[in-house]
């Protein structure tokens, strides 16, 4: 089995069946279908709405009277006036440009059908006989040259060019231009002005905006966009190239419409790339795409290709400069998509990124970085209107405009403040991993914000308030609520941004408040608690596993650390499986990662199988259960980038003061190798195992100063030139495992054998 490539025997009945294409800029989903191809289109700043002012907040008494329900234990007051506490808008919707169709071959007497995902190149393979003629249809986006390419050759193609078709669901003005590379079709149109989310039952849903551009080509909404294509015919091939353009100019900045300018970027894109050759295009699109690719690898008996297909889509969703993945990364073909495609900041956001740092893509973390420093702006009016709070606050969604108020709606979604305290972690691990990041601006808003949220309770202790477990319900005496204080998650937010702040500023009031933080606790049943004290959970099964925070992302929960919390948590998500967690793709994802750093290698191998089995599409896109389609599921693209993280974590973790070689190595996965995984510190570690036992790594050190290593087996450590390099033990290992350590220098190879 070629590791590096997926492969369907037919076409895509479903959206997320397709191959996605993208150059973290233009997004391409290909079906594969026999003689009409078809392509949905997305661009990364195509949304719907612009930017809004700030909300002015709620009545200043709310959150007094809320802190006061909470700390009597009125659940049903603390519910009602948390939904008083709340916005009156809703974030935008991540748009589709559309889905070109092209006819480039006779789809009759179809055999020998087979597609193909390349993902090493970046590039999908259609291939099938009509009639016994053979047609080949190949395609990429580049993102040096920022066009889609479809290439169709063989006998079996059409005899002359035939344009695209583009089926938009937006209003558009088409049209044919000749820019000196001969005719090219162009579209243009705008944006809706406003999308409310899927699941809000409201008419209109969707609005579009007819106002004329102000002078200077801007509108309040509905940004103008522009899709080019042009196709060319030669004797060898038949080409179709595109290319889209938006409006977009800022996240605080009114968006264009002024289309003629819009429609002239995307056919600039599209007449040079017809200038160029397709063997040039493809070479330099693959040899761009590879500088990321070939940093990492992985060669298993199986499965490796969930590892490959995550860097995959990390590559082709997000580059420097883009916006950050989204709930589907940069693929979707609805106007109201599920949960508006946003960035949900509860965890989904944030476990699109959990592989960049590890798999050696630091710099493709870049765009979530940038959305992180932006909520730090935006957020700071909603922390004084809403909470009347130093700092900046983010709510569990985001969108293009960065949008941080708290939505309309139930409180176990709409109540959850602490979105830039999770995004802040990671501006800490990309300057953690060896990355360039000024990481005070961001802990600092997270920080103060944090500080102004934290009372006292009956003890004495400080816990965050008002407090939810995101999207998750306790029950009570009168029914259930979300509405607490000191649930484990801002808890355990609270505690990790103060002491980094903490850390980097000498801070006396963090340094106070942590004294007082109270800590996780764990319950009657010697589980980690989810909320405040001992509270019976709505739903036994829940997708979300917030109390295990502490555990993964987080690293403060260790074996040997501390050990009664690893129990705790150990217990919790044992707990959780048995009554049904992981029903959806990014939830499994999640349990993966924490069996890893649990070492339950057994389970970290059954929760992988189950990802596989059951919650994929026939591309391998992750999916989530969702009963308003045909097919019963939605494409998410967490699912497939959080398994990747996980595949490594069961490999190589690097917290806690040590890198660590295979902590939680699944059972069958007997051999293999694993190449650039970068660590915590910024080291970088390769490493070869065989019936399962450890029999070879490579460490190239980042840092000079004691380089920490945890082995299950010792061996002995040695330069690149073959040197012996002395060793001394060190503590903390568990007790099947060791510790040494040694004096590293930076850029210096070690190997253990």
């Known amino acids: 089995m070629n590791r590096h490539l997926l492969s369907s025997p037919a076409p895509a009945a479903e959206f997320h069946d397709g191959f996605p294409l993208g150059n973290g800029h233009l997004g391409a989903m290909l079906h594969g279908r026999p003689g009409t191809e078809w392509i949905d289109l997305n661009a990364d700043t195509f949304w719907s709405g612009g930017p809004l002012p700030a909300a002015p907040g709620p009545d200043p008494g709310v959150l007094p009277r809320l802190r006061e329900a909470i700390a009597a234990g009125d659940h049903a007051a603390a519910e009602t006036l948390a939904g008083q506490l709340q916005g009156t808008a809703w974030t935008q919707s991540y748009q589709p440009l559309g889905r070109i169709e092209w006819d480039y071959a006779a789809a009759d007497d179809v055999t020998g059908y087979g597609r193909e995902l390349h993902l090493a190149d970046a590039l999908t393979v259609t291939g099938y006989d009509t009639g016994g003629d053979p047609v080949r249809l190949a395609a990429f986006v580049s993102a040096p040259d920022g066009v889609l390419v479809v290439s169709a050759t063989g006998p079996g193609t059409l005899a002359a060019a035939v344009p695209p078709r583009l089926r938009t669901p937006h209003p558009v003005t088409p ?41 200077d080509g801007t509108v309040a909404a ?59 295009l493809r070479a330099r699109h693959v040899a761009d795409h590879r500088r990321y690719y070939d940093r990492a690898d992985l060669e298993l008996p199986s499965v490796d290709r969930f590892f490959h297909l995550g860097r995959y889509l990390l590559i082709a969703g997000s580059r420097p400069g883009t916006q950050p993945l989204n709930l589907q990364g940069i693929w979707n073909a609805d106007v109201r998509p599920g949960w508006s495609s946003n960035w949900t900041t509860n965890i989904n956001a944030q476990m699109n990124y959990w592989a960049a740092e590890p798999t050696g893509l630091a710099d493709l973390h870049e765009p979530l970085l940038t959305l992180t420093r932006d909520l730090a702006a935006a957020g700071t009016a909603t922390a004084s209107g809403y909470y009347a709070a130093r700092g900046a606050a983010a709510h569990h969604n985001t969108d293009l405009w960065r949008f941080t108020a708290p939505v309309p709606g139930d409180p176990q979604w709409a109540n959850w403040p602490s979105a830039l305290l999770w995004l802040s972690a990671h501006v800490w691990d990309h300057h953690d991993h060896g990355g360039a990041a000024d990481v005070l601006p961001v802990l600092e808003a997270a920080a103060r914000f944090t500080l ?39 808890q355990e937010l609270a505690r990790e941004v103060l002491t980094r702040y903490a850390a980097l500023t000498g801070s006396a009031e963090a340094v106070s408040a942590l ?72 939830s499994r994802a999640w349990v993966l990662c924490l069996a890893a750093r649990l070492r339950l290698a057994a389970l970290a191998e059954q929760t992988l199988t189950a990802f596989a089995t059951d919650l994929c599409s026939a591309s391998l896109l992750s999916l989530h259960p969702d009963a308003g389609r045909a097919s019963g599921w939605i494409f998410q693209i967490d699912g497939n980038l959080g398994v990747a993280a996980g595949i490594v974590e069961t490999m190589v973790q690097s917290h806690a003061g040590a890198v660590s070689l295979l902590p939680a190595l699944p059972p069958s996965w007997h051999t293999g190798r694993l190449r650039g995984i970068r660590c915590r510190g910024g080291h970088v570690v390769d490493l070869a195992w065989s019936d399962g036992r450890l029999s070879a790594a490579r460490i190239v050190a980042s840092r000079t100063g004691p380089l920490v290593v945890e082995l299950p087996s010792r061996l002995a450590v040695t330069t690149a030139a073959g040197d012996p390099v002395p060793v001394t033990g060190a503590p903390g290992a568990p007790a099947d495992r060791s510790r040494v350590r040694w004096p590293a220098l930076a850029g210096q190879e070690y190997r253990l054998a």
């Open 175 to 215: 049209a044919v231009v000749d820019a000196g590379a001969g005719p090219c079709l162009v579209w243009t149109g705008r944006a809706p002005a406003h999308v409310l989310p899927n699941y809000v039952p409201a008419d209109p849903g969707v609005e579009y905006a007819t106002d004329p551009c102000d002078a």
């Open 222 to 280: 509905g940004m103008g966009f522009a899709v080019a294509a042009a196709v060319r015919h030669t004797a060898g091939e038949t080409r179709l190239v595109a290319a889209a353009a938006t409006g977009f100019r800022g996240p605080f900045e009114r968006p264009s419409a002024d289309l003629a300018a819009i429609a002239g970027a995307a056919l600039a894109s599209v007449t040079a790339a017809l200038g160029v050759p397709t063997p040039v």
């Open 452 to 490: 102004d949220m934290l009372v006292p309770d009956p003890t004495g202790a400080l816990v965050f308030s008002p407090s939810t477990s995101p999207e998750h319900h306790f029950r009570h005496a009168g029914g259930h609520a979300a509405t607490s204080w000191g649930c484990a998650l801002d």
């Open 515 to 586: 004294r007082a933080l109270r800590p996780v606790q764990v319950g009657t049943d010697g589980c980690l608690l989810e909320w405040y004290d001992q509270r019976p959970p709505r739903e036994p099964g829940h997708r979300h596993l917030s109390h295990l925070y502490g555990l993964y992302p987080g690293t403060r929960i260790t074996e040997t650390g501390t050990p009664a919390h690893f129990e705790a948590a150990r217990r919790a998500l044992l707990l959780r499986l048995a009554h049904g967690t992981g029903h959806t793709g990014w």
